[in-house]
């Protein structure tokens, strides 16, 4: 995780010096990681290290504050030569392999295009994909085209808003074929980039190349289609793109932020196209998937970080999983770089300027852990089946308060006990009039409120 300390401490040196400045100082340098809470940063000689400690010691320490490090410390090695070799600046690499924030290159012209099947992310997989009620259908279909590629839906047209997940189930698709059958050609594509690789071609006189790249893969991966819109040349080269794929039984999978019949302008015949073979959606994920996202995450960088921290950004941030796992990283940093153990306040501190602590939420499996606790019953009781007086009580007042803390639905609390709404709504029901004539069900039912808002309250507390 360090890496990504330093890809956000690079973010804000260059955001705060000239790009030539940044370029002869900061491109051939490394981070050596944090080490008790010292940022260590690796420099090619001893004049290096003079000039770093002389001109940039303050900028870099203002980097680490404004990533929540309250005491930041920095210090500077000087690289062994052998090392000082594996620091030149990488190739250039594709637009959709995530780098750390990369030193500015001289651009070659014309821009040579991205051998195609080099681009996936390798973090995109279906193994690290997590399958949620939010994602699942579409990962069921990514998974039949992935078996099944040309055949079993075609066009796969997956949508929803940013950072949910579309780019690596296409990646997904992608991996799983070239691991499979290494011989067939992968291609993805931003919009954007077959947009202006189709003007470059135009410009040198290359379409025909153009052409026969694209209409010679296996497998065509497109992300954010709607940007076709208003395109109309591009919209012609893609409908040709489209036709010459199809008609070989080649697999197309297309992203966008909404369906095809929103995609303003977008020609007739395309749109069309586009709902020939299984348009589904990617929604935004529940409570549960966002903490098995984090868990994952942190599993993965070898990162030991407690249930109930996870539970805290997962509260906190409950759109984006681009953010989810920015918020995570917020975390790692705070905690590594003040060289503090991992806590709920820990959390709540390396979060509270970025996101706001009122729009905590009380989500349903805490309401079920708090009744289960005060009833003395289990978690797994509550959400079962039993019919016992003391098992069904506890259970109507967690729905109940789910009901009354939450925005879920009706049949949201009822999918998450496994019943249908009317079950709940004969709860929350039963537990209203209940409260009125028995004061100790009324007692209960406030004593976990308040423990419920008291979670809550400690977390806005400690930001
Ligand atoms: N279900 C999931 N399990 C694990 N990680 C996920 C899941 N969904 C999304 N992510 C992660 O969230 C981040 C954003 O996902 P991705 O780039 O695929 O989003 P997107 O929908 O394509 O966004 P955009 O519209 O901005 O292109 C990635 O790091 C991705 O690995």
């Known amino acids: 995780m360090s890496q990504e300390i330093w890809s956000d401490v690079l973010t804000y040196v260059r955001n705060n010096i000239s790009e030539v400045e940044y370029h002869t100082w900061f ?15 690796g420099v090619r000689n001893s004049f290096a290290q003079e000039w770093f400690r002389k001109h940039y010691l303050g900028l870099l320490e203002d980097a680490l ?14 690289l062994p030569a052998v090392q000082e070799a594996m620091i030149m600046p990488e ?18 012209k014309p821009v040579p295009a991205p051998e195609l099947s080099k681009v996936l992310n390798p973090k995109y997989t279906f193994e690290n994909f997590v399958v949620g009620p939010n994602n699942n259908l579409a990962h069921a279909a990514a998974l039949a085209v992935a078996e099944s590629p040309g055949k079993a839906y075609n066009p ?26 290494p011989e067939k050609r992968i291609a993805y594509v931003s919009t954007e980039t077959f947009t202006n ?15 026969d790249r694209y209409r010679s893969v296996d497998l065509l991966l497109v992300d954010d289609i709607q940007f076709l819109a208003r395109k109309e040349r591009t919209q012609e080269e893609f409908f ?6 199809y008609e070989n039984h080649k697999q197309i999978i297309l992203s966008s932020d909404r369906p095809p019949k929103d995609i303003q302008t977008l020609e007739g015949r395309l749109r069309s196209r586009f709902e020939w073979g299984l348009i589904t959606d990617i929604q935004s994920p529940e409570f549960e998937t966002r903490v098995a996202i984090l868990k994952m995450n942190a599993e993965q960088a070898n990162i030991n970080i407690p249930q109930e921290v996870l539970e805290l950004i997962a509260r906190q941030v409950n759109t984006n999983i681009r953010e989810l796992e920015g918020a995570l990283m917020r975390v790692v940093a705070f905690s590594s770089l003040n060289n503090v153990p991992f806590s709920r306040t820990v959390a709540s501190k390396a979060l509270s300027n970025v996101f706001a602590p009122q729009e905590v939420q009380v989500e349903m499996p805490e309401v079920v852990r708090a009744a289960a606790q005060l009833f003395e019953v289990t978690t797994e009781q509550i959400k079962g089946t039993g019919r016992a007086r003391d098992i069904v009580v506890p259970r109507q007042i967690a729905m109940y308060l789910i009901r009354e803390m939450t925005e879920h639905s009706l049949p949201e609390i009822g999918q998450f006990f496994g019943r249908d709404h009317s079950t709940v709504m004969h709860a929350v029901n039963k537990v209203t009039e209940g409260i009125k004539r028995d004061e100790e069900l009324a007692a209960q039912v406030s004593r976990l409120r308040r423990h ?4 809550h309250e400690a977390e806005a507390g400690n930001a």
């Not at 949508?159 to 059958?181: F, I, R």
């Not at 040709?240 to 794929?245: K, Q």
């Open 27 to 41: 491109a051939p340098v490394k981070t050596l990681g944090v080490r008790e809470g010292s940022l260590v940063i």
């Open 65 to 78: 504050r404004s990533l929540g490090a309250e005491n930041p410390q920095v210090s500077f090695e000087v």
């Open 91 to 108: 190739a250039s690499s594709s637009p959709a392999v995530a780098t750390p924030t990369p030193p500015p290159q001289p651009r070659p």
């Open 156 to 181: 796969l047209f997956i949508y929803g808003d940013v950072g949910l997940g579309k780019t690596h189930l296409m990646h997904a698709v992608g991996h799983y074929l070239a691991e499979k059958y």
């Open 197 to 211: 690789e189709l003007i470059n071609s135009i410009r040198d006189d290359r379409t025909t190349q153009f052409r």
């Open 240 to 245: 040709h793109t489209f036709n010459a794929l």
């Open 452 to 455: 419920l808002e008291g979670l």
